[in-house]
């Protein structure tokens, strides 16, 4: 078909086009080599004066698009112009459009010519037009590859690839080009062989669809490759948040639920789940800043892992061979707990100044039944029941990280404050030896204690409180029981070792004292315990009372002035009348409790109230008095609990004297002399001792059972302020809500102020069964 400057209508264009890719997408059905092969067997090509019935122009037309050999479109794209002229030429020559007549009108023409030069002549023309439309099939599959890959630059593509082809059909080529893309023809074209599956008579079907290895026309261009990425990329992401998701709810849900209540404050469990403190006072420093021979140790700032309120100015001084790191050069002492006491630069009158005070137990000497949480994760045959055996089992780096932790989470200077708020003016901390030391074999966390012990002091002088500093754990455990740090036998001047233990607490004390009579100290740290509750019932009485008055003396000869502090070792207050006399600023400490032993445990709500404000009453009188008792007395630790229910109170996975299920035997240093296995409460277990309401939140307890905690509670501080006054155990706790002063305030079972109080001894004590309070809880 000769050149024409008039431009072909866009219809015939359009029926073209179409016709054209389709002849090219069915030549791509069949692998290379079928297709090669199929040639082969079809030379030499049919003869263009082959006999075939007359059709019209519109059926020759209408009919083209499927004779896939014989086509007369001409291809788009990048065809050159000389190429498409040589293809005009052909065409015309062959004379298309009156091919059909020529035949029938001159049935034996071709005789007259030589067969030889008609043979020779149309296989030479047979043969260029075989090269032409090869070329043109490869060109347009370049061209239709190329496309792919520049789907999103369709339109200028096209425009580059045509030339002068309208952009007005851009979106019907576009449109095409995604129907194209669709097809998948595996299927049908195997059924049909080597027929072309699609026509201008049968539509696209879109129910075909590629499987497993089947061909397709789907794109594998570059674009479409990131798109799937994409796709896959962001299919892998929401997967991995749901997956998140599905972890952290649950596990959050079971932080909470060991979580302690609201009214518990900042206690966390001992997973270490709290965020870091922010750390700002690092700001502005590096570690270079810190001398290269202490980089990396306890001195270091940037080893802490909570820095607030601390110095974090770097210095190596040392007091009595202890670190003032973190301390300021500067410290006020003008300050009061409230307005019943006088300030810190006041003196304190002990023995007529009463002492209303509260522990800190549980935050640097850990007590498995206040901070359950640490024990919680551990089975029966992993051991873990006292802060040894925590540490041990956790190593070095993960006792440090876990432990500190806690260190800064469960005392915050918000402890202090609310503490003073409470109408408390004194506080005691429980602390213990490897705050200052370990020793070989000790898996103990060594040194860090000893920077939250001073923080802690700190935020007692800001609010007013003086310290009683106790000494929770001793080496070698003074008792054997979980919260002197190990629990088991007794190493503390007993055994093997028990001198040695001895040797080295007094060394402790001469550090400990020469530290806090420094000046910044005299009228905050006016307390000082020797050793928490040794076990003088089995230990030498001679023994520890020699050791005693070796540790006083120590201590004060290294200039402390402040009361000095020793315990009961449960002999009973009146076995200390004559002990360790002709010395000054003595205290003799003695911890009352009504659930460590079966006779009292088992008294009824009205006679323990009664117990408190008669029988404590009276020991305290008595041991005031030195004819009948030692002198000066103080009880150091009290609760309001009334039966011994609280997890791990007893010890880690031991039950109660209450329900019956104390069972010593397997416990470390236990013997069946401990046991308790038949329930022990004022109903003789009829009805049933349950643990279920004393361990209950405090929000179901009924009204009778708070009025009687409250009383049982202001009965006793009554009673111990007959003798120098007393520190209830304890400030906070993980979920032992009457072990919890902050706890029993929220719930309405503790006076909202320490020091003023609606019941005292004198009046009335009711019958609570009376009034419809069990007596089985």
Known sequence: MPESPQRESPARRQRRRRTHQREDSNGELLPRSRRRRSRDQDSPPPSPTKARPRRSQHERRSSRAAESQESRTTTTGTLSTRKLAQLDKLNAKLGWESYDNVQRQQPHEEEEEPREARGVAREREHEERERDRERRREEHRERKRRRRREEDRAAAAEAEAEGSESQDLAPERRKQRREDRGRIVSGQRLERGSQAYYSEKEAYRDNVRMRGGGGSSVPSSDEDERKRIRRRNIFIGVGIFILVLVIAIPVGVTVTKKSPSSSEGSAVPAAGNSTQPANSNLDGMTESDIPSAYQGTALDPFTWYDTADFNVTFTSELVGGLPVMGLNSTWNDDTRANGNVKDLNGTWDYGTDLVRGVNLGGWLSIEPFITPSFFSGYSTHDNVIDEYTLSQTLGPTKAKSTIEQHYSSFVSE???????????????????????????????????????????????????????????????????????????????????????????????????????????????????????????????????????????????????????????????????????????????????????????????????????????????????????????????????????????????????????????????????????????????????????NANADPSTYSQEYKDWLLMFAEAQMHSFEQGWGWFYWTWQTESATQWSYKAGMAAGIMPQLAYKRDFDCSQTIPDFASLGLPESY
């Open 414 to 692: 918000q402890t202090f404050a609310d503490i003073q708020a409470a109408g408390f003016d004194h506080v005691r901390i429980p602390f213990s030896y490897w705050a200052v030391t370990t020793y070989d074999g000790d898996p103990y966390v060594p040194d860090v204690s000893w920077r939250y012990l001073l923080r802690g002091i700190e935020w007692a002088r800001k609010h007013g409180l003086r310290v009683n500093l106790d000494l929770h754990g001793a080496p070698g455990s003074q008792n054997g029981w979980n919260h002197s740090g190990r629990q088991g036998p007794i190493a503390w001047l007993n055994g093997t070792d028990g001198t040695l233990n001895g040797n080295r607490t007094i060394a402790i004390h001469k550090q400990l004292s020469t530290f806090f009579t420094q000046p910044r100290y005299k009228n905050v740290i006016t307390m000082y315990g020797l050793v928490n509750e040794p076990r003088m019932v089995e230990l030498d009485e001679t023994t520890v009372l020699t050791w005693s008055k070796n540790a006083i003396a120590a201590i004060q000869a290294n200039g402390f002035t402040g009361i000095i502090i020793f315990g009961d070792g449960f002999m009973g207050l009146d076995k200390w009348q004559g002990q360790l006399q002709g010395m000054q600023n003595l205290l003799l400490d003695v911890h009352q409790y009504v659930i460590f032993n079966t006779e009292q445990i088992v008294l009824n709500h009205h006679d323990k109230v009664n117990f408190a404000c008669g029988g404590w009453t009276q020991q305290a009188l008595r041991s005031e008095n030195t004819a009948t008792g030692f002198g000066p007395t103080l009880c150091g630790e009290w609760s309001q609990a009334d039966t011994d229910c609280a997890t791990n109170l007893n010890n880690v996975g031991v039950g109660s004297r209450w329900e019956g299920t104390l069972n010593m035997v397997s416990t470390p240093g236990g013997s069946s002399d401990g046991s308790v296995l038949t329930p022990t409460c004022p109903t003789d277990n009829s009805p049933q001792c349950s643990c279920s």
